[in-house]
């Protein structure tokens, strides 16, 4: 599954793990049984994508989906696939290069024309044109960029987990607020004329955050929501349209470490939780989740236990890290990847397939 147990802590380090809340313990009842690991298959049958993290669909059904080898590999609906973009020629970097790089949030502008790719062990953000392939670094962030969104003004906002630089040392502060909740977290926005000019100074406009993650911008309701992953819950805040001004911060939900998010079609927010190994739906009007994805609930409850106790009493948490905590899963339950029209569903993550379900 992964090339060496480092790896794999190290993985979930960038993730993050947390403790226990009412999605892994007392969330709304589901309106139907969760999916199981039965439901499922894996994509592609053949096992062999590299840290697959994060990832989007396409408009011909193909999948985009991180690659710590290439950058992004693209998979045909049979599951064959390659590499994706000429990564290498902008500036990408594969280990074992001491500044390797790590892609890890992906996503579609509104258009769909382009994807953003976020690396989070040297700052880069990458812009990809679907069509041509064509691959631009358009940022360098001082620190590791988790996540990266456009909302429909044309403006980017990204998540920074900790103040991880790039080179040797991004792996072990990104353990460091893994393993105990840290503050160094933030949440940016880069504005349109600045993306047009090629001048770019992003804005902090939020601080303070314990491990922010996934980003998700809900252009219907003018919102934004963020996984503080190490808080066990997902924010919410209202967005001034002209301005990108951010107001009326509340939590939406609390969940066990919750990593990326997508918003689909209806406006409901899917999040996805290593540590419960589940996916959830939220109702962003009302917070009521649903389970959509639970392929070991006894077993990732017991852990989530465990990890809340060690939080709570201020212990590190990163030694609990094994397959315990995600199998049946080929790897770390990091993300959800959706297709429209309500296709396919791919449960991402840190191994070497995505687990495909179709929904009925």
């Given at each position: 599954m992964y090339r060496t147990v480092f790896s794999l802590v190290f993985a979930f380090a960038a993730l993050g793990c947390g403790n226990g809340d009412n999605a892994a313990t007392g969330a709304a009842p589901s309106v139907a049984a969760p999916y199981a690991f039965t439901d499922a298959t894996l994509f592609p049958p053949d096992r062999t994508l590299t840290h697959a993290e994060d990832g989007v669909v396409l408009s011909d059904g193909s999948v985009l989906v991180g690659d710590w080898d290439h950058g992004l590999v693209v998979l045909a609906p049979d599951g064959t696939h390659r590499a994706f973009g000429d990564f290498a020629a902008a500036g990408f970097k594969s280990k074992p290069a001491p500044d390797w790089n790590s892609p890890n949030g992906i996503s579609l502008e509104p258009d769909g024309a382009h994807a953003l790719v976020a690396d989070i062990t040297s700052g880069h953000i990458y812009r990809v044109n679907v069509t041509s392939e064509a691959v631009t670094r358009i940022y360098d962030h001082p620190f590791g960029v988790n996540n990266v969104?456009?909302?429909?003004?044309?403006?980017?906002?990204?998540?920074?987990?900790?103040?991880?630089?790039e080179g040797e040392g991004s792996e072990a502060r990104m353990f460091a607020a893994a393993d105990r909740p840290l503050t160094?977290?933030?949440?940016?926005?880069?504005?349109?004329?600045?993306?047009?000019?090629?001048?770019?100074?992003?804005?902090?406009?939020?601080?303070?955050?314990?491990?922010?993650?996934?980003?998700?911008?809900?252009?219907?309701?003018?919102?934004?929501?963020?996984?503080?992953?190490?808080?066990?819950?997902?924010?919410?805040?209202?967005?001034d349209a002209g301005t990108g001004a951010l107001s009326n911060r509340q939590t939406l939900v609390e969940v066990v470490t919750p990593d990326n998010i997508e918003l689909d079609e209806g406006g409901?927010?899917?999040i996805a939780s290593p540590a419960a190994n589940a996916v959830y739906i939220a109702d962003p009007e009302t917070g009521a989740m649903r389970t959509f994805f639970e392929p070991s609930p006894e077993t990732s409850r017991a852990l989530v236990a465990q990890v809340r106790q060690r939080a709570e009493n201020g212990e590190g948490i990163l030694d609990l890290i094994g397959p315990e905590m995600f199998e049946p899963m080929p790897g770390l339950l990091t993300g959800v990847i959706l297709s429209p029209d309500g296709g396919p569903v791919y449960v991402s993550g840190l191994g070497d397939a995505l687990v495909k379900i179709d929904r009925e």
């Open positions: 969104v456009r909302d429909p003004s044309g403006a980017i906002w990204f998540t920074q987990s900790t103040t991880n630089t160094d977290g933030a949440v940016f926005r880069i504005a349109p004329e600045q993306i047009s000019a090629g001048e770019i100074q992003p804005e902090r406009v939020i601080d303070g955050m314990a491990f922010a993650n996934g980003i998700a911008f809900d252009a219907a309701r003018n919102r934004l929501y963020v996984a503080e992953l190490m808080a066990h819950r997902v924010l919410s805040f209202d967005v409901a927010l899917w």
